[in-house]
């Protein structure tokens, strides 16, 4: 088993980076093949609950009221038909139905219907995993108790960078809602965008402060940034070289995300969606294990279940199947 290390620095981490290309392709091949089965990718269904209408200034997203990019909002879906979509999501092959509301945070008065979605989706032996923004301890018990699986709280990118894409929150403060998921029990996801303007140093930067947490999240999403029109970066960066990560320095985040968080599930999530198979295919090499399957992403395109499984199938790779949610954690535990 590797080593589980929390005292990563930046320099260590900026050489993994810094490797040749197939040096650390073949290092983080390594990692994860002593720390999981690689040719399983997990495949996560996510929904959006409660749609735009969000007052955070995030700089990337098109559910911010600050974005002019014409998402609705909507109310907080009536809890029926949550499961219902979780049932499907089942159905096509789904280990986690994950489920996010654009909120800065949850109402005390949402609680209660909050509380039932996780109750019920558990009930059908899917893991259950919610974004829902900054939570107070007592609301993270309440999820606790309800039996939540994961929580996702984003860091985004450096501390330096995240400066720059939100002005509403801080940095601290979403570290903060993380320990009220630990303390709560829950197991952490949480992760980032790449190709938001930043520079490597910036990508180190955020790998750095999520292998240097006291304890790794279980699930790290690395997303490549998709630039919506009406968004302050998806307006900045449109027809520049940079509205799009280079797609070998997107590799090496993810080969460098698998090396320092080797127990963590590394998912493809947002951007996958323009990228071809074989950089998919790279990304896999590298350590991902988890996609996000389904036509839609909160609101932007994803892949499609029909596309995934034929990428998949021709790339020899097999559905995860559905194992106790707290697995992770606990190997983490054992780990220490
Ligand atoms: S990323 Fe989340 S918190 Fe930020 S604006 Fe979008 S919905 Fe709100």
New binding site residues.
């Given amino acids: 088993m590797t080593e589980i290390r929390t005292d990563w620095t930046r320099d260590e981490i900026a050489a993994l980076f810094a490797l040749p290309f197939t040096d650390l392709l073949f290092q983080a091949a390594s990692v994860h093949r002593e720390n999981h089965a690689a040719g399983e990718v997990q495949l996560c269904t996510l929904l959006s609950i409660k749609t735009g209408g969000?007052?955070?200034?995030?700089g990337?997203?098109s559910?911010?009221v600050h974005a002019d990019s014409g998402v609705k909002a909507t109310k907080l879906m009536d809890v029926r038909a949550v499961l219902q979509s979780a049932a499907q999501a089942k159905d096509n092959g789904s280990q986690r139905f994950c489920m996010?509301a654009?909120?800065?945070n949850p109402k005390d008065r949402d609680m209660p219907a909050i509380v039932e979605i996780v109750k019920g989706v558990r009930a059908m032996g899917l893991e259950t995993c919610m974004?829902l923004?900054m939570l107070t301890p007592k609301q993270a018990d309440m999820l606790g108790e309800a039996g939540l699986d994961y929580y996702n709280h984003n860091i985004d990118s450096s501390p330096e960078y995240y400066e720059r894409v939100?002005s509403t929150r801080t940095m601290d403060e979403r570290l903060e809602t993380l320990d009220h998921v630990r303390g709560a029990g829950i197991n952490v996801c949480s992760g980032g965008i790449v190709g938001m303007g930043e520079t490597r140093e910036d990508r180190v930067g955020f790998i750095h402060t999520l292998a240097t947490l006291e304890r790794h999240p279980e699930s790290v999403p690395v997303n490549a940034l998709v630039p919506v029109k009406g968004t302050v970066l998806g307006d900045m960066l449109a027809d520049t070289p940079m509205a799009k990560i280079d797609d070998i320095e997107f590799v090496r985040t993810v080969a460098a995300a698998r090396i320092t968080m080797p127990l963590s599930m590394v998912r493809l999530s947002a951007g996958r969606e323009s990228m071809s198979e074989a950089t998919q295919a790279l990304c896999f090499t590298a350590g991902a294990n988890s996609i996000f399957t389904g036509d839609k992403l909160l609101t932007a395109a994803n892949a499609g279940d029909d596309a995934d499984a034929a990428m998949l199938q021709r790339l020899g790779l097999k559905a995860m199947v559905a194992q106790e949610p707290m697995r992770a954690c606990k190997a983490m535990e054992a780990a220490e």
């Fill in positions: 969000c007052p955070e200034d995030c990337y997203c559910q911010s996010g654009a909120w800065r974004t923004g939100i």
